[in-house]
């Protein structure tokens, strides 16, 4: 049973370009959580989403980012525009209802030129 | 101030040391987490917890509810157990979802 599996591994942008992260959850999980990791700084939440609906998407910026959970495929973090700041490590994470353990995928690390 | 605090930031020791790690939380919680980030970068779940006391081979999480307080301990510490150890507290006053909230982490340096 495969575990959370995140992709790209690494991913390079320079300013400006677009940044897609994927995130397909362990089979029966339909709970997606993305998590943000900032160079020496803890982990912050990004967002909730369900299948093919956002829960909660309080820790999101406003601008440039956004994610989706469709009915088939893998969960996706755009990030439109990147800028320096944008270079972290992103983590996904899935549960398979309310109320149990996360397990989480080895993360994306984005770094922007 | 972060919701969650831990102690201490950096913790090194010996090899068959007992460690302990403490982690503080401010407001109602639904559930506390204990996480285990190894020094590649990767995020390993080690318990959820809303009660009591869990256990899993050298490692022990306990909560107290009512002082709002967990504490993560290592018996028998191996240089394996290395990583950065992490405190998240979910539901209730964290804005009612499943989301997390994160302590900053405990960094575990275990010598041989």
């Known amino acids: 049973n495969a575990g959370v599996m995140q992709n790209p591994r690494h991913l390079v942008r320079r300013r400006g370009q677009e940044a897609r992260l994927r995130c397909s959850p362990m089979?029966?999980?339909?709970?997606v959580y993305w998590y943000r990791q900032l160079p020496e700084e803890g982990l912050k939440f990004m967002v909730y989403?369900?299948?093919?609906?956002?829960?909660?998407e309080s820790g999101m910026p406003k601008e440039r980012f956004s994610a989706e959970f469709p009915k088939e495929g893998p969960s996706i973090l755009r990030i439109q525009q990147v800028v320096r700041g944008d270079s972290a490590a992103y983590f996904c994470?899935?549960?398979?209802?309310?109320?149990?353990?996360?397990?989480f995928g080895d993360g994306t690390r984005l770094s922007i030129l | 101030k972060n919701e969650v605090e831990q102690s201490p930031q950096n913790l090194t020791a010996q090899e068959g040391e007992f460690i302990t790690i403490n982690c503080s939380y401010s407001?109602?919680?639904?559930?506390l987490h204990w996480l285990q980030q190894h020094p590649g970068g990767g995020i390993v779940s080690l318990f959820m917890?809303?009660?009591g006391k869990k256990k899993h081979g050298r490692l022990i999480a306990t909560i107290n509810i009512q002082e709002k307080h967990s504490s993560l301990h290592i018996t028998a510490s191996h240089p394996r157990d290395s990583a950065v150890y992490i405190c998240?507290?979910?539901?209730?006053?964290?804005?009612?979802?499943?989301?997390?909230?994160f302590g900053k982490g405990t960094k575990l340096t275990v010598n041989p």
């Open positions: 998240a507290a979910s539901g209730n006053d964290y804005g009612g979802s499943e989301k997390l909230v």
């Open positions: 917890l809303s009660s």
């Open positions: 994470a899935s549960s398979k209802q309310l109320n149990q353990p996360q397990h």
């Open positions: 989403l369900q299948k093919e609906n956002i829960i909660d």
């Open positions: 407001v109602g919680i639904s559930a």
């Open positions: 089979k029966g999980h339909s709970h």
